[in-house]
T-cell receptor
């Protein structure tokens, strides 16, 4: 099935550093969603984006819906140890009548205290 | 509190046995989904259901079966035809197709 191109695949950073990750698609998307998955748990929704150019924050997290509607970015400022986990992007496109969510492969984040 | 519940959290089965994973939601969502997660492979869609008594195959449906007799419930059966069933299974629901997905806590299935 179709997948989003999510990068980087993994990151290892020092506590206090800022983090940036992104997702790109080959088609125009209507919705971008960002999730975090803790080890052994289900993903939890962090931020939802519905409009091109939209910039939304959730605490230290900020996400943007790209103007071209083919990409989205997630930034984490001043990282802390509990930011460790896998971050997934997901979205829906205009293509076809089936509006299933399409997922990226995830960015694994490790934070060194 | 509204949410989506998967049970059990851990499940062990012998090779060749069928096993059913439970998923219940009280969010009044129309659509429900089953995903399989293996290390480094993200979330792969097994089956989904947009409405009661209807379901569709996802990208990796072979060796799995589902039913949707009630809006709240979407059980997944891993059959003996599934060649490599050991994985982490996630159930999710959305208010409508393509909406914000809410996930259960997952079931880790180990087949020995």
């Amino acid at each position: 099935g179709q997948q989003l191109n999510q990068s980087p695949q993994s990151m290892f950073i020092q506590e206090g550093e800022d983090v940036s990750m992104n997702c790109t698609s080959s088609s125009i998307f209507n919705t971008w969603l960002w999730y975090k998955q803790d080890p052994g748990e289900g993903p939890v929704l962090l931020i939802a984006l519905y409009k091109a150019g939209e910039l939304t924050s959730n605490g230290r997290l900020t996400a943007q819906f790209g103007i071209t509607r083919k990409d989205s970015f997630l930034n984490i400022s001043a990282s802390i140890p509990s930011d460790v986990g896998i971050y997934f992007c997901a979205g829906t496109s205009n293509a076809g009548n089936n509006r299933k969510l399409i997922w990226g492969l995830g960015t694994s984040l490790a934070v060194n205290p | 509190d509204g949410g989506i519940t998967q049970s059990p959290k851990y499940l062990f089965r012998k090779e060749g046995q069928n096993v059913t994973l439970s998923c219940e939601q009280n969010l009044n969502h129309d659509a429900m989904y089953w995903y399989r997660q293996d290390p480094g492979q993200g979330l792969r869609l097994i089956y989904y259901s947009q409405i009661v008594n209807d379901f569709q195959k996802g990208d990796i449906a072979e060796g799995y079966s589902v039913s949707r007799e009630k809006k709240e419930s979407f059980p997944l059966t891993v059959t003996s035809a599934q060649k490599n069933p050991t994985a982490f299974y996630l159930c999710a629901s959305t208010l409508f197709m393509g909406g914000e997905a809410f996930f259960g806590q997952g079931t880790r299935l180990t087949v020995v």
